[in-house]
């Protein structure tokens, strides 16, 4: 895509008709250069002539034509939708007098780009501009909402710059895409540009024809008809005794109100939600400091099994306890399953209007309501899944985040953010206190921790056995010396008979690495793994019966045979929940068996005797909690090829142990897991310990994250051309490019969650999910300290835009601090 005429230089001829010497022509070829010459057809018809071409056209004096445009601040500074790196700033329009009323800053805006017509946002309205040439005008105002506030626009500018990206990447993740009819139902309400900047009032034939721009806009873009039913905008607060919804509305973008409040401001905690603190250390004084307004930064580790307060219980309590002194809450839970436990939680707390959620299972038309709701300040606090970080929360004061470590949390789109890093920045950008919690603690918490940068709260060790469950393990010396097959069985006796026993009190909870019934199988004769001819996928099988298919693209292999040796006989590589199931079943005759992994995810059980057979993060929540949890195929999720899967493997583990009730009421855990530190710190239930220890090990040897890295992925020349134009600081270290073949596709964990239920299973991701990488791509790492982090990532920023705008070098990916790059 090209620049409009009014963003390119002038084009100026190569040979200008001042430069004397470039017009000199050799005497002796006076005849050969007027034959080269184009013959003019008009010439001896001077008249014709000055009818048929017209003369060239006077300079513009473009700060003269805006002075007299009569618009105050007449150029709009707008930044397009347009994710080409080249593109990656603001440009500039100048804003026509009938829509100089709505086009105030954030709202969305149509304009002409070359020979395109492209939307974008105004980032601010200015008085002049340092074009030369005459500016192109605003073609419509989309919408009178400012659905972009000043410091996301400054949070998209932090995260490109992060994350080598660009602010229209940044954006598309943060604003929620519009439905015009709630946009025509709150433009009522809204102040006009004149009444922002506190400047005299338009005339009414003025006001009309922005009205009737608007009106347009919507209808071009054939918005106006929502398929679902509709909310009615509230034409009052829900509180007794508040303004207008226009008062208010007009006052809290002008500036002259604070967010909704839920009640007056606090003054002190209450002794219920001190309580709920005080089995932690530095637990009741990071509330206090919460309840003072001050930024308390905190890492949490939670208890498990706790009878009164849960983790949706703790956090729902710091978020009320900070929206009581008017801030505005941010509160990311990694899935939807886990956001509807914090809601309920919330629910209990605080009104029902004095919260959003969004998330992307939400229709269209709910979620941009509670998106407008959060921007105009009508809420003092939203909760969400990971698109959630970005929201628009007005006089922020606190963001939450449970479970940080999870997957799920990280942007699957460029530039591929993870929500934790997002409210980092947030709250780094608006003093705001933080919150990260879980029943884990990821090595980039303990990081935060490590540097004092959050203060750590947790329960001291006599309180952890108190309400933790009785671990075993099937994979020490002395269960090995009772049960040598233990080392083999899937299920070992140990596991059976915990079970069996735990059975007679409640439901059993049985965690297993995959779902479907067998999602990979080698061959019975040389063991080679079973690959799909086409595309070079794994094959499954859904049922006992069923004709193998590839897990990528979906072909069915017909009359299987080992493309090694021949063999058309097959073993299974891994045993899935399904299967998992059936076996069990035959196991425990008259025992109901629930699954609940992949597409069928299971929110909740009952308290009756069942075995709940669930995928890592479907793991559904028994009323009263389960007698016990067996943790099969703990080996195979320690055994992928990547630096995460310890820390990975250890997180799963303690989420589901943490559904079990404690020891003192009989809870027990047994695991498969083999002797080793992330085995050791399950059975002793210390996460701080292994996360500091991942820590220490990695700072020593220079990986993430006590460095950060960057991956260039593309073709082989591609990177290696990206690479030469590089300027990096002395002490980046640069590993590679090396070539992605089949293997790195065969054996990364999976990080793309199901946000319906959880993490999914642990499976192989399709070429597509591995970061848009194919076989054949190369990859480059650089690995860099965080101090040369904004040196190094904005030169990887601007060398990606120039080479984008010379065209001398092919797409290439950009990802920073991508969980499974090493």
Known sequence: MREPASMQPSKVDAQSPTDTSSMKVSASEPAQQESLQQPDLLQGFPALRDALIPPEPEPVDVHQRLAQSGVPYPVARVRLDNTLPHLDRTFDYQVPSELSEDAVPGARVRVRFGSQRVTGFIAERAETTDVAKGLQPLLSVLSRIPAVSAEIFDLAEALADRYASTVANVLRLAVTPRVASLDKQYAQFLPTFSELMGLPQGSDETADKAEDSVSESVAEDGLDTDHEPQEEVSEELPTSGSPSLTDYIRGFLLGGFAPYQIHPPAAQVSAEDSRAFSDYENGAEFLEDLAAGSPARAVMNVLP????????ELLA??????????????????DQKTLDRLEDALKRRVPTGAYVR????????????????????LVPIVIGTRAAAYAPVANLGLVVCWDDGDSSLVERRSPYCHARDVLLLRAQATDAAALFAGYAMSSESARLVRTRWASHVRAPRATVHEFSPRIFSTGNDYQLARDPLAAVARIPRLAFERARVALQHGPVLVQVARSGYVPSFSCQRCRMPARCNTCRGPLSLAAGASVPSCSWCGRLAQQWRCAECGYDQWRSGTVGALR?????????????????????????????????VATPGAEPVAFGGYAAALLLDADAMLRFDSLRAPEAALRRWFNAAALVRSAAQGGVVVTTASPSPVEQALVRWDP???????????????????????????????????????????????????????????????????????????????????????????????????????????????????LSAL?????VQVRCDGLDVV
């Open 358 to 377: 969004l998330s992307s299972s939400d229709k269209p038309h709910s979620r941009y309501h509670a998106y407008l709701k959060a921007r105009l300040g």
């Open 688 to 802: 701080t310990w292994f996360a500091l220890y991942e820590l220490d090990e990695r700072s020593q040897i220079g990986l993430p994250p006590a460095v950060r890295t960057a991956a260039i992925t593309g073709t082989e020349d591609d990177v290696q051309a990206f690479l030469a134009e590089l300027n990096l600081p002395e002490g980046v270290r640069v590993t590679g490019p090396v070539p992605l073949d089949e293997d790195f596709f065969a054996h990364q964990s999976v990080h793309a969650g199901v946000e319906s239920g959880g993490e999914g299973d642990i499976s192989e991701p399709s070429p597509s999910g591995a970061e848009d990488a194919v076989p054949g791509d190369w990859r480059a790492i650089l690995f860099f300290t965080y101090a040369q982090a904004p040196q190094v990532t904005h030169e990887l920023r601007s060398v990606r835009a120039a």
């Open 305 to 312: 099994a706790h009878p009164e307060f849960d983790w949706a």
């Open 807 to 811: 065209r001398r070098v092919g797409a």
């Open 580 to 612: 998992t199931a059936e076996e069990l079943g035959r196991a425990f005759r008259g025992v109901p068996v629930i699954s609940s992994a992949g597409d069928h995810v299971r929110a909740s059980v009952g308290a009756e005797p069942a075995l709940v």
């Open 317 to 334: 309590i710091a978020v009320v306890t900070a929206a009581a002194n008017s801030r505005g809450v941010l509160a990311v839970a990694p």
